[in-house]
């Protein structure tokens, strides 16, 4: 097993890079704290190039195993005392690794297949939000994610959390106006449909069978009437007792699985 350095100075170089990662300052990595973000970083094969362990978690019987395993694919590992270790965690109850990695790239050059399914998501500022549609966007087999400009960071800490590993292995392509992607996305004949609470059809009489770009607008101000004209189609979920909205993460989780059914009758 790789050797561990031991760290114990609050100013060493490499703990104030691992504090510039997380709070964003460093955009060609990212930050993973906990052992489930650990394990879906080595499950997900991005490239790991620091990790720190308090010496209680590296004595511990889950700690060994895991750092066996990063031992193998790892540059540094690193044992900081945990008094130490809280001024580096994004969490306030740390289970005692974190992970610096490179942040992964999207792949561009992707060939759209039949029902392939993409996602759009205009202006998201929540990065809890992010990162649970992530996770249903993977769980439903979505070729890839495009975020507008000014949406939160889908690599941030918190949308890492809770994309619980998603963040690492789905195609996400970051600032990216809508007009350009659409302009990709039909090159490639793909249909642009998008979710308001305007739209005259409902989420299941769209079909999903086809190649099919969803467009989610903003949790505060959704979409705009501009945005929603160059659309081909625009769907509502219907909603009772005068809900005038779903928290995004829902709603994209309801229009997903709706795709998921379709395609499965059709196979």
């Known amino acids: 097993m790789k050797e561990i350095?031991?760290?114990?100075?609050?100013?060493?170089?490499?703990?104030?890079?691992?504090?510039?990662?997380?709070?964003g300052k460093v955009p060609e990595a990212i930050f993973l704290e906990g052992v489930?973000?650990?394990?879906?970083?080595?499950?997900?094969?991005?490239?790991?190039?620091?990790?720190l362990v308090t010496p209680e978690f590296?004595?511990?019987?889950?700690?060994?195993?895991?750092?066996?395993?990063?031992?193998?694919?790892?540059?540094?590992?690193?044992?900081?005392?945990?008094?130490?270790?809280?001024?580096?965690?994004?969490?306030?109850?740390?289970?005692?690794?974190?992970?610096?990695?490179?942040?992964?790239?999207?792949?561009l050059a992707k060939q759209v297949q039949h029902g392939?399914?993409?996602?759009?998501?205009?202006?998201?500022?929540?990065?809890?939000?992010?990162?649970?549609?992530?996770?249903?966007?993977?769980?439903?087999?979505?070729?890839?994610?495009?975020?507008?400009?000014?949406?939160?960071?889908?690599?941030?800490?918190?949308?890492?959390?809770?994309?619980?590993?998603?963040?690492?292995?789905?195609?996400?392509?970051q600032d990216a106006p809508l007009a350009e992607c659409l302009e990709w996305v039909k090159a490639k004949g793909v249909r642009v449909v998008g979710a308001d609470i305007s739209g005259h059809s409902y989420h299941w009489t769209i079909?999903?069978?086809?190649?099919?770009?969803v467009v989610f607008g903003s949790e505060a101000h959704g979409l705009d009437e501009g945005e929603l004209q160059v659309m081909d189609e625009v769907f509502r979920i219907p909603m009772k007792n005068g809900v005038e909205s779903l928290n995004l993460a829902v709603s994209a989780g309801i229009v997903l699985f709706e795709a998921v059914r379709q395609r499965s009758n059709q196979s």
Request: charged fraction near 25%.
């Open 5 to 23: 350095e031991k760290i114990t100075s609050r100013d060493n170089a490499r703990l104030a890079y691992i504090r510039k990662v997380r709070t």
């Open 36 to 51: 489930r973000l650990a394990e879906e970083a080595i499950r997900s094969g991005v490239v790991l190039k620091e990790c």
């Open 58 to 107: 590296a004595t511990s019987e889950r700690g060994t195993e895991l750092i066996q395993r990063l031992s193998l694919t790892t540059a540094t590992i690193s044992e900081v005392p945990a008094s130490l270790f809280k001024s580096l965690a994004d969490t306030m109850n740390s289970q005692g690794v974190i992970i610096i990695a490179d942040r992964p790239t999207p792949d």
């Open 116 to 173: 392939d399914l993409f996602i759009y998501l205009h202006e998201v500022n929540d990065p809890s939000n992010l990162g649970a549609v992530a996770r249903s966007a993977e769980a439903a087999g979505v070729a890839g994610i495009f975020l507008s400009p000014r949406s939160a960071d889908p690599f941030s800490p918190k949308a890492l959390r809770s994309g619980m590993g998603s963040n690492l292995r789905i195609h996400i392509w």
């Open 207 to 213: 079909d999903w069978t086809q190649p099919t770009l």
